[in-house]
């Protein structure tokens, strides 16, 4: 699958870029290309997991997963993130010993090729991660995805800070650019915690894909009475939604199923990877509407 090559895409990339940072930020003796190599471990490490979860999330039902595998991708999402908050923890405190040793930097142009290059290279790829993570509605690609644009920005900024110096000989701005790429981690970490928590606690899909599945209903009003308790969740791509449908009373069960069959087909036609359940029932005769230019929509209106 294409989220399954898009991971093995980014490990690959990551594990070059780790190398390379690393021996740099060896040779220079410079916390912030150190710090960009932790970053870049870590983002590596978020590769593996999502490789690793997007291969369990398309894995069909089985006996103990009744409900699919998608929240492989949720929980990764949450392990990405806290990976993210102990890289920010590292950075900082080596930015914080290198402000206090002053310590010196060299080998500057070896740091500002290989954080050039690291730019160009997460920049591309996660475009590529966004693009596929949007097709195939994948969490965890997403996750990899803000990880690489992270990178990008921080890359990027030690690269014009690696630039400063060489130009100035200002050493203390390379601490101080660490601590800045710290700063951003952080933000991306608690982004990516609250987007992927969504599906671990079984918060309702927005509210244009709950427009969409009223929309349906709005659609094929005649054939029916009214519904209610509608509910939606969501876990990885996999999206679950359940509402009871209010029929006539005088409505044949084979009637009723074949509306509630085709309101079904509907619904995953619009939204995909979607599970629809519907439960039917009859209409209380002495609250039911007389015409059907009076059809009900919202069910309490009925309990009153």
Known sequence: MKKV????????????????????????????????????????IAAIVA????????????????????????VAGVVEAL??????????????????SGSEV????????????????????????SKIAEEEDSIALEADSMHLKTDVMTSLGVFVGLVVINLTGLKILDPL??????????????????????????EKLPSEEEMVVKKVLLEHLPEFVAYHKLRTRKGGDQRFIDLHLVMKADTSV?????????L?????????????????????????????QNIIIDIEDMKN
């Open 5 to 44: 090559k898009a991971a093995k895409l980014s490990i690959a990339s990551n594990s070059c870029l780790v190398a390379m940072k690393l021996v740099a930020g060896l040779m220079m003796f410079s916390v912030s290309v150190l710090s960009e190599a932790v970053h870049s471990m870590m983002d590596l």
């Open 51 to 74: 490789n690793y979860s997007v291969g369990k999330a398309v894995q069909p039902p089985d006996q103990e997963h009744a409900y699919g595998h998608g929240k492989y991708e949720n």
């Open 83 to 100: 990976l993210i908050i102990f890289a920010a923890a590292i950075i900082i405190f080596e930015s914080i010993i290198k402000i206090a």
């Open 106 to 129: 060299g080998f500057l142009m070896v740091g500002i090729v290989i954080m050039g290059v690291s730019t160009v290279v997460n920049f591309f790829v996660s475009r590529y991660l």
């Open 177 to 202: 650019i660490a601590l800045v790429v710290a700063a951003l981690i952080l933000k991306a970490a608690y982004n990516l915690t609250k987007e992927s928590s969504k599906g671990l606690v079984d």
């Open 254 to 262: 084979e009637d009723s199923h074949k509306v509630a069959d085709h």
């Open 264 to 292: 079904e087909r509907e619904i995953k036609k619009r939204l995909p990877h979607a599970s629809v359940l519907i439960h039917v029932e009859p209409c209380d005769p002495s609250k039911c509407p007389i015409n059907e």
